[in-house]
């Protein structure tokens, strides 16, 4: 338990989270509140199941979008003003709903700036985390956050509709806008004290979105574990699709179904502090243990006889759920180096909040054709073989990523104004030793992956036609900011990979060529542009500068 609750010892870390309980809890309340109104106003379903949608469908359309403000600006900022359209969307519809101005209209429009405000938060709140506890913590951290939102579910939804009955859906929407207000003070009060992050993202939206998912398809591991998740959203969609109908098929009620769907809750808030005792069992199968002991409990619940072996199932698969996705998570925000972090955390939730309806639909579809009991059994044996195979997809264990480490360089400033011409051309020529050809050749595939995943948008590698052994690498980038940028991207373990290919040609160092794109109206002066590259070029183990032909 100790070691369970330890982040909570970190000051920066206990106020965001004694925050964001609050918050989690309002917005439980305000789920209750929302349909409940919805219903009163419509008498349908589908406007009822339009304001449910509203929470999560901004996700799907703006997630890439708060990925790259979560990297461009400053992450606890970006968090206030997103808490501050959640505050004031609450607010306004529990003015509206007092003052009986409320219709079923306005009150989906409010539901999607809310649901607009979560999707600008949630990159830029899980890209945050490795800056307030340890690196070791980090998964206890997201554990703990999943404990929050589980106990939120718990207990939200009952205080909910107990507001809604006694002082109806208005009360509801204020309690949940005064919620915002807690995680808006611990915002206030972390921000001083933590270090400025690293502002790289480009300044076009197009291209910043463009360089996350190369960095997310050139980054193996990444890409691997991005695949696993979806792959995991499928196969475990069907438990939370299905549930209301096998409840009805287990001849339970409305109660019961409650309870069922409470025992997932109280599952998952149990294996949040029972996490690091499951650690120290089951060491580095961790992630294909989970996955597969939640395929089991999804076995289980389809096979159950009665509704106590069905709740038992349900625990077992809240236990195994959070397990999953709190390593999962973690993992992911190690992997990924602060410059791009939160575009790797939006592709993560993409990844799987995205993918998730689709497994819902597809179970939902496979449970009219063949019954509750066997679409659990279908899709959960497809969660277990996932689990059987995920050493397949080669992701590391939590405890051995290994975060991109960047070794002290000098700051180097440019005037915009004067380097943000592009496109840029950059092409490195060597001279190889024949007997060399095949080690440089796959080498070579290893920079390419650095240089896509660190701002280039296209790379090839050449050879001339009158001497086979000369070879030219060829990138292009989108801007001159875009390419200094990527200098300071390169971390250790990919200087290290540039300094052993440079070593590559036979005449002492390969020869490195910058083409910038010209503006023939308004020529750029280039004095500047050239020394800030040098000064970059002698710090990350790139390509020498001298003898180049800038």
Same mark, same amino acid.
């Given at each position: ?29 305000? %789920? ?17 199941g339009? !304001? ?15 990925g ?10 970006l ?16 003015v ?27 990159? %830029?709140?899980? %890209? ?13 951290a ?9 106990t ?12 809604? %009955? ?16 807690? !995680? ?5 009060? !972390?921000? *001083? ?25 050139f ?8 695949? +696993? ?11 939370q ?49 989970? !996955?597969g ?13 009665? +509704? ?29 180096p ?18 998730m ?5 597809? $179970? ?8 509750? *009991? ?5 899709? $959960? ?57 095949? @080690? ?41 900011? @875009? ?26 160092? *390969? ?6 794109? +010209?503006?023939?109206?308004?020529p750029q ?8 590259? @040098? @000064?970059?070029?002698r710090t990350?183990?790139?390509? *020498? ?5 800038n």
């Amino acid at each position: 338990m100790s070691s369970a609750v330890e982040p909570l010892k970190y000051p920066n870390f206990r106020w965001l989270w004694s925050g964001n309980v609050l918050s989690a809890s309002g917005t439980f309340i305000q %789920a209750v509140a929302g349909s409940w109104l919805m219903w009163e106003l419509t008498e349908s379903s589908t406007w009822v199941g339009l !304001i449910v949608a509203s929470a999560t469908l901004p996700l799907l359309f703006f997630s890439l979008t708060a990925g790259v403000l979560a990297d461009r600006f400053d992450r606890v900022k970006l968090m206030l003003v997103a808490q501050g359209i959640m505050g004031a969307a609450a607010a306004s519809m529990a003015v509206l709903t007092f003052t009986d101005l409320i219709t079923p209209g306005i009150l989906l429009a409010l539901g999607l700036v809310l649901g607009t405000g979560l999707a600008l938060n949630i990159p %830029a709140w899980q %890209a945050l985390v490795p800056d307030l506890v340890p690196r070791g913590l980090v998964a206890s951290a997201v554990a703990l956050n999943s404990a929050a939102f589980n106990t939120a579910r718990a207990v939200g939804p009952a205080i909910g509709g107990a507001l809604v %009955a006694a002082y109806g859906a208005g009360a509801g929407f204020a309690v949940n806008a005064l919620s915002y207000v807690a !995680i808006i003070i611990a915002l206030i009060a !972390i921000g *001083p004290h933590l270090a400025e992050q690293a502002k790289e993202a480009p300044k076009s939206m197009r291209n910043a979105i463009s360089s996350g998912i190369r960095f997310a398809r050139f980054t193996p591991t990444f890409r691997n574990l991005i695949a +696993l998740v979806a792959l995991f959203a499928v196969t475990s969609a069907v438990v939370q699709a299905v549930l209301p109908v096998h409840n009805a098929y287990l001849g339970g009620t409305a109660a019961t179904f409650g309870l069922l769907y409470g025992c997932m809750g109280l599952g998952a808030l149990s294996a949040a502090f029972a996490r690091p005792k499951i650690a120290d069992r089951v060491q580095k199968s961790w992630v294909p243990f989970t !996955i597969g002991a939640f395929g089991v409990s999804g076995i289980v619940l389809g096979l159950a006889p009665n +509704l106590w072996v069905a709740a038992a199932a349900m625990f077992s698969a809240g236990v195994f759920w959070l397990l999953t996705l709190a390593t999962l998570n973690a993992t992911a925000q190690l992997m990924a180096p602060d410059w791009i972090r939160g575009r790797a955390m939006s592709i993560y939730t993409l990844a799987f909040v995205g993918i998730m309806p689709i497994g819902s639909i597809a $179970s939902g579809t496979v449970a009219d054709l063949i019954g509750t *009991p066997g679409s659990l059994a279908v899709f $959960s044996t497809g969660a277990l073989a996932l689990g059987i195979t995920a050493p397949r997809f080669r992701v590391p264990h939590v405890d051995d990523v290994v975060t991109p480490e960047f070794s002290e360089r000098p700051a180097v400033e440019h005037d915009l104004a004067v380097g943000d011409g592009g496109p840029v051309l950059v092409l490195n020529t060597w001279k190889i030793d024949a007997d060399q050809l095949a @080690e440089f050749a796959t080498l070579m595939n290893e920079v390419r992956r650095v240089r896509l995943a660190t701002g280039a948008y296209r790379w090839r590698l050449f050879r001339r036609s009158s001497d086979p052994l000369m070879l030219t690498e060829f990138m292009a980038l989108h801007s001159w900011e @875009e390419h200094l940028a990527q200098h300071r991207r390169i971390d250790d373990s990919a200087a290290a990979l540039l300094r052993k290919v440079r070593s590559f040609d036979v005449r002492g160092g *390969p020869v490195t060529r910058h083409l910038l794109a +010209l503006d023939t109206e308004e020529p750029q002066d280039f004095d500047e542009l050239v020394a800030t590259h @040098e @000064e970059l070029h002698r710090t990350d183990g790139s390509i *020498p500068t001298p003898d180049q032909d800038n």
